[in-house]
């Protein structure tokens, strides 16, 4: 009984050690406190994790956003939150899930037609380690969520970031783009077994070798687009993976998150890159906790990064 007490106790000491130490050396916060009144900001996926804690950040700084999500309910239950906490009652849900061409036309065309400006486009929503399934548009999961929906709402809204510049475009992503290889002759990885992290990190890779050529499409357009990782942060992210059994939710999930970040430390990457005023004119950069880092060799090939971008409008139809 003792040896129990005596290893439980020391098991709650390093956890709670482990809770302290993330508490209070691991957060780098977002110092700057520039305010956003006038300005109009989108953040993609909203609703929870690390897009909510920068819908909610920039609520506070008087920024009219915009939360796109898929699940309108959710949203408008975290919007009714952050509306309450921040005092900014303009804050906005609607509908867009990255999973449809149709969802992001519209969102995009509603945004066009309707919104009096655009500031800041965070191409937040993300899936990990998805199962295999196709989007409405039959493009595999992360490719198509993560990468090819934001690719298209982007090119959607560039013209009116450019009106409005200058802008800032955030697109996160994961260290896992340094694994990530591009299939071209199967970029749907359809016609080997599927393996859903080969499919995260593809799609993490595609994102890195496109941020870099949209500097190279719209040279000149005052829209800036950099590439962010938030680190390892405690979200829903894992629900595909580790969240899915009872053992891992129970045990496995809240002895990690000793380890990872809150979403709101999670959040201040992005922030930082969407505020930063010492970030002003640069483009296609990759930030890992709040500081630059140089882009892995496996994603500086312009010669992929044309070609990914040609396939990415083709099969989005962006041009029609
Ligand atoms: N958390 C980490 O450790 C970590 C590390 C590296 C990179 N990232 C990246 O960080 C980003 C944010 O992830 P998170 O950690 O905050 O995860 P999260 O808590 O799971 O949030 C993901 C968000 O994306 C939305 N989403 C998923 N599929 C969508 C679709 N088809 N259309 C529209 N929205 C969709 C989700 O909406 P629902 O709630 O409706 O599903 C949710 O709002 C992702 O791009 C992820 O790859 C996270």
């Given at each position: 009984m003792r040896t129990v007490t005596v290893t439980l106790t020391g098991a709650a000491g390093i956890y709670g050690g482990l809770?302290?130490?993330?508490?209070?050396?691991?957060?780098?916060?977002?110092?700057?406190?520039?305010?956003?009144?006038?300005?109009?900001?989108?953040?993609?996926?909203?609703?929870?994790?690390?897009g909510k804690e920068v819908a909610h950040d920039f609520a506070r700084r008087g920024a009219r956003v915009?939360?796109?999500?898929?699940d309108m309910k959710k949203c408008e239950q975290t919007r009714e939150k952050i509306v309450a906490d921040s005092f900014n009652t303009n804050v906005a849900c609607r509908e867009c899930d990255l999973s449809s061409i149709e969802s992001i036309k519209r969102f995009a065309d509603d945004i066009n037609q309707n919104e009096k400006s655009l500031h800041l486009l965070i191409n937040n929503a993300g899936v990990m380690?998805?199962?295999?399934?196709?989007?409405?548009?039959?493009?595999?999961?992360?490719?198509?969520?993560?990468y090819l929906g934001h690719f298209l709402l982007t090119n959607l809204l560039i013209e009116k970031l450019s009106t409005c510049s200058p802008s800032r475009i955030v697109n996160v992503t994961s260290p896992m783009y340094k694994r990530g290889q591009i299939d071209f002759d199967d970029?749907?990885?359809?016609?080997?077994?599927?393996?859903?992290?080969?499919?995260?990190?593809?799609?993490?890779?595609?994102?890195?070798?496109?941020?870099?050529?949209?500097?190279?499409?719209?040279?000149?357009?005052?829209?800036?687009?950099?590439?962010?990782n938030p680190g390892i942060t405690r979200t829903e992210i894992a629900r595909h993976t580790i969240d899915k059994s009872i053992i891992s939710r129970v045990i496995i999930g809240p002895a990690l998150k000793a380890f990872m970040k809150t979403p709101m430390q999670g959040a201040q990457g992005v922030i930082q890159c969407a505020l930063d005023p010492q970030l002003e004119g640069q483009c296609?950069?990759?930030?890992?906790?709040?500081?630059?880092?140089?882009?892995?060799?496996?994603?500086?090939?312009?010669?992929?990064?044309?070609?990914?971008?040609?396939?990415?409008e083709r099969w989005t139809r962006l041009n029609k």
């Open positions: 809770v302290l130490y993330r508490e209070y050396f691991v957060k780098a916060q977002y110092t700057g406190n520039e305010q956003l009144f006038g300005k109009t900001a989108i953040v993609t996926g909203a609703n929870t994790g690390i915009i939360m796109a999500c898929r380690w998805h199962p295999s399934k196709l989007t409405k548009d039959g493009f595999e999961q992360h490719l198509g969520v993560n970029l749907n990885i359809s016609k080997k077994v599927f393996n859903p992290k080969i499919a995260y990190e593809q799609a993490s890779l595609a994102i890195v070798l496109a941020t870099q050529e949209f500097c190279r499409q719209y040279p000149g357009s005052g829209v800036i687009a950099n590439c962010v296609g950069k990759y930030f890992n906790d709040m500081k630059e880092e140089a882009i892995a060799p496996n994603a500086t090939n312009e010669k992929e990064a044309k070609r990914l971008w040609l396939i990415s």
